[in-house]
């Protein structure tokens, strides 16, 4: 800033240096050659040798000269450059019209008469606006506190149509006049509007479908000069509302926990009964095996199968001793 300050009262003091300057250019050239104060010798006998010298003043250059300074300070003409990303209005000031539909939409370097034309220019970029804290009212009656936050932009097309039947607030401060103003009572309004038809916990459990929905209702109102995008409402529920919405919360989590923990018991026990099964096939399988091999051995245990398992376990020695019939050995000693 202090910089910027002493570059502009350089220019001045350059300024001002460079006008004397040229008034005292000016005034030497014009006393060599129109001869604005001269001398004159007339006749007079009252005076020694008859003639007395007489300073001469040609007021016309000068007066030629103020004339033209005039007429530069106050010449009606000005010059302006429509700069990129603005939309340039010439706006008639006299007439039947004064500028209420006389608007001429013009571009580049612009020579316009300052006494009977204006030139506007209207902003076409992306605009942030943050507004202040207001209040709303949600469907049932709930009051909640709003921080609006969004993004804005002219349309092009429209820019003309919306100076003409907004000037009367534009004049007063541009755009920031119209943002503060008109804008802001079209984007309140429509938050209020779409708050009146959500239910509270609808608004904070589907947020983005909330804004969504305000942003295509705000076009609506604005729409014919105004694009809003990417708007976000920052809304805060009532302290009843957010307790009521975190113990709800809550209770949708202990039931996600308990039924996640009933899931893991079932599965548990499902795994200890599987394990049973495993265990009771294997015994039956064990047991049907053993009663297998049994019943293969008495099949096999036929008479002649018996004598021959008695041969192979003889030592080859006789019995000393046999007693009855049957055959039977008994040793003495």
Not at 92 to 107: F, K, P, Q, T, Y
Not at 161 to 182: I, P
Not at 201 to 206: A, L, T, V
Request: charged residues 20%; glycine residues 6%; hydrophobic residues 45%.
């Amino acid at each position: 800033m202090g910089f910027l300050y002493f570059k502009k009262s350089y220019i001045m003091v350059t300024v001002i240096l460079l006008v004397v300057f040229l008034i005292i250019w000016g005034a030497f050239v014009a006393q060599t050659r129109f001869k604005i104060l001269s001398k004159e010798s007339i006749a007079d006998v009252n005076v020694r040798g008859g003639y007395r010298e007489e300073v001469k003043f040609n007021y016309k250059p000068l007066v030629f000269l103020i004339l033209g300074i005039l007429f530069i300070f106050l010449q009606p003409y000005s010059m302006k450059k429509i700069e990129a990303g603005y939309k340039g209005l010439r706006v008639n000031l006299v007439g039947d019209n004064r500028g209420a539909s006389n608007i001429e939409e013009v571009s580049g370097l612009i020579l316009y008469n300052s006494y009977t034309e204006e030139l506007q220019q209207i902003p076409l970029d992306q605009h942030h606006i943050d507004y202040g804290k207001s209040v709303i009212v949600a469907k049932g009656g709930f009051a909640c506190d709003i921080s609006p936050a969004l993004n804005y932009s002219v349309k092009s097309p429209m820019a003309a149509d919306m100076f003409t039947n907004l000037r009367s607030t534009y004049k007063t401060g541009g755009l920031q006049a119209v943002e503060q103003g008109w804008l802001k009572n079209a984007i309140l309004g429509a938050v209020n509007d779409v708050a009146n038809t959500y239910p509270i916990e609808d608004i904070f459990n589907n947020r983005s479908l909330f804004e969504a929905a305000i942003i295509v209702e705000a076009n609506k109102r604005v729409g014919k000069w105004f694009e809003i995008s990417q708007l976000k409402t920052n809304i805060q529920p009532p302290r009843s509302i957010a307790e009521s919405i975190e113990a709800k919360a809550k209770a949708t989590q202990d039931a996600i926990t308990s039924a996640a923990q009933a899931s893991a018991a079932r599965a548990d026990k499902e795994r200890i009964v599987a394990l049973a099964q495993a265990d009771s096939a294997k015994t039956v399988i064990k047991a049907l095996a053993e009663a297998k091999a049994v019943q293969l051995k008495e099949q096999k245990l036929t008479p002649l199968y018996i004598e021959y398992m008695k041969i192979q376990k003889w030592d080859g020695k006789l019995p000393t001793t046999t007693t009855g019939s049957s055959g039977s050995f008994i040793n003495i000693k």
